[in-house]
């Protein structure tokens, strides 16, 4: 069975794998991770060169690994994806299909970009019949290039390039059941959060967010004496450096939930409890960033909410991450401490196994950003010896033919070549015009190619908010909006339900929704300080006003009424709560078409 070295080059951790290749339940021989320079990758692309290789080169004789052979795992946002439909075909001929429609797909210069896709699942219908749903990835043949020459610094032969979101798929769903479940992939800038349900991948995010910004707020922290990144993160790996909630709720230790310790669990000091604060704050724009995704999944999919968030990568050795996910999402998150479809020695490696989940996808299924020429010359072996051999055959056999043929053939040859001339010459004329159609069609293929780039896919974001801005009643309030290119979730609070059946209808009178759906209805209890308090920018005026003409009348001045309603308690008032899922029509968009073309 052929062994594989998997590589993902981290920010800070480069982790490597030796594993076996292509194989569905596969047997890890040895782990380790590497520190990976400052600066040496950058969003995916590689900057580092002859001494990170070195430490590379090292590592691996120290771990006596000699596996040349190695799949690279990347993740970068200069990898563009589309998800697309292709008609149900064998697997050989789905790559030709796409590429073949590779220009509807991406808007962009194809010839510095390798195409890769991974087919998510098959949707059936009866109008159109079965379709597969695909993930199509273009990745920049600069990006390739650099992993295939640190290849050659360290040694080793590159046979393939892997989406690191592909895989996480790959090992992940041999791991989740039938039930939706959220993989999140945390690293030092970066999270990947995977949407899988009974073995198929039903949605992707890459967000903007990491553990990076708690690293830096511990280390600003006066509680703790960290000044090195490194260190720090060790740090967070060990003890419990953050506090366990932001909000204040606490969800109870599940069984088979491993209790987490706190940092210093006697030290109850204003500064420790400050600067657990501050990290756990640090780590809240990656929490509501996950929370948005779920929220996406659950609007489209009420019947299969996601119910369990599992955690690898980096993140997943920061101690309490796992307990601050469920505590500020409601989610039940846990840590990837082991694999079922992996064979996985804990004494030939290091570090906790969910560290490694995009190395070992990468050598289950990886998706080949790899160019043509590239597999053939991996493919082939030329023996040129015995090319030369036939080659020399071929010429004394083809000498023998023409000396028989002799001096028939020659007359014939040299009457075709007087017709072919002449005909050259009839010709001639047509072959401008040619050439000028040519140049005409390129030129309309860019002007087409740059009116899809003037597409904006927040037309339907924009009207919506405009629609909303005039016609939505002063009473409501917005408590949550989120959106994508294709629909919104708003969540609103107004007085009564009555007030919100007026407020559901107008909204489904919009020009510039397709449909109106209720995701929940709840009622709270407000005070009315906090009521009047949200409504004080829209009717500040004019309460003012009446306020002044009502204390003439009554004989009281404004600032004998202030005094009187401090005197007062805060009332509480029922408010009722409820989120929508608006849906945007469909955008239609009239190409420009080609015209007939005379030429002159």
């Known amino acids: 069975m052929a062994k594989i070295l998997t590589i993902e080059i981290g920010n800070a951790l480069t982790r490597i794998c030796e594993m076996d290749f292509r194989v569905k339940n596969p047997k890890i021989y040895k782990y380790l991770s590497v520190p990976t320079p400052q600066g040496a990758v950058e969003d995916g692309f590689l900057t580092g060169g002859v ?109 393939s390039l892997d989406y690191s979101g592909n895989s996480v798929f790959q090992l992940m769903k041999n791991e989740c059941g039938e039930e939706a479940e959220m993989v999140l992939k945390v690293e030092e800038h970066t999270a990947f959060a995977s949407v899988i349900s009974a073995q198929s991948l039903v949605l992707q995010r890459n967000l903007a967010y990491g553990v990076d910004s708690a690293v830096q707020a511990l280390m600003n922290a006066k509680a703790f004496e960290e000044d090195n990144y490194k260190d720090a993160l060790e740090l967070m790996k060990r003890k419990t450096c953050i506090k366990l909630s932001v909000s204040g709720s606490v969800k109870p230790v599940e069984d088979g939930e491993e209790e987490v310790e706190d940092f210093d669990d006697m030290d109850d000091s204003e500064k420790m409890l400050a600067a657990k604060q501050e990290i756990a704050e640090a780590l809240m724009p990656l929490i509501a960033n996950v929370g948005r995704v779920v929220d996406l999944y659950n609007s489209k999919n009420v019947e299969s909410p996601i119910k369990h968030i599992r955690l690898v990568g ?109 005909l050259e010459a009839t010709y001639a004329p047509a072959e401008s015009v040619y050439h000028q159609y040519n140049n005409l069609t390129a030129l309309f293929n860019e002007v087409r190619a740059g009116y899809r780039m003037t597409e904006s896919p927040n037309d339907g974001l924009l009207d919506f908010l405009t629609e909303l801005e005039e016609k939505l009643p002063a009473d409501a309030l917005v408590r949550d909006f989120a959106s994508n290119d294709t629909q919104a979730v708003i969540t609103l609070e107004v007085s009564d339900m009555e007030e919100a059946a007026k407020v559901i209808q107008t909204m489904r009178e919009f020009t510039s929704l397709m449909t109106v759906s209720v995701a929940g209805v709840s009622t709270e209890e407000v005070k009315t300080e906090d009521v009047n308090a949200s409504q004080a920018e829209t009717g500040g005026e004019e309460n003012g006003a009446a306020q002044e003409e009502g204390g003439e009348e009554n004989g009281t001045t404004p600032e004998e009424g202030g005094a009187a309603s401090q005197g007062e308690e805060a009332e509480s008032v029922t408010r009722v709560v409820f989120s929508l899922v608006c849906q945007y029509w469909p955008k239609v968009v009239e190409e420009p078409t080609a015209e007939t073309v005379v030429v002159e």
């Open 51 to 159: 001494e990170f290789a070195a430490s590379v080169r090292k590592a691996l004789n120290e771990n006596k690994i000699k596996t040349k052979q190695t799949v690279f795992s990347v993740t970068s946002s200069k990898i563009a994806t589309r998800e697309v439909m292709v008609p149900v075909v064998k697997t050989n001929q789905i790559d030709g299909m796409i590429k073949a429609n590779a220009s509807d797909y991406f808007p962009i210069d194809l010839s510095e970009y390798e195409l890769a896709h991974l087919v998510l699942g098959t949707e059936k219908s009866e109008s159109q019949g079965d379709r597969y749903k695909a993930l199509v990835m273009a990745a920049g043949k600069n990006l390739i290039s650099g992993y295939e020459n640190f290849a050659k610094l360290c040694g080793l032969q590159m046979v």
């Open 314 to 422: 980096l993140g997943s050795d920061i101690s309490g991450l796992s307990k601050l996910f469920t505590n500020e999402l409601g989610i039940h998150t846990t840590v990837m401490s082991k694999f079922e479809s992996v064979n996985w020695p804990k004494s030939s490696g290091e570090g906790n196994p969910g560290r490694y989940i995009a190395c070992i996808g990468a050598g289950i299924a990886p998706v080949g950003f790899i160019s043509e020429e590239k597999k053939k010359s991996n493919s082939k072996d030329v023996n040129y010896k015995n090319v030369t051999i036939l080659a020399g055959l071929f010429f004394v056999a083809a000498s023998a033919a023409l000396a028989v043929l002799g001096m028939t053939r020659y007359n014939e040859v040299k009457a075709e070549e007087a017709r072919l001339q002449r």
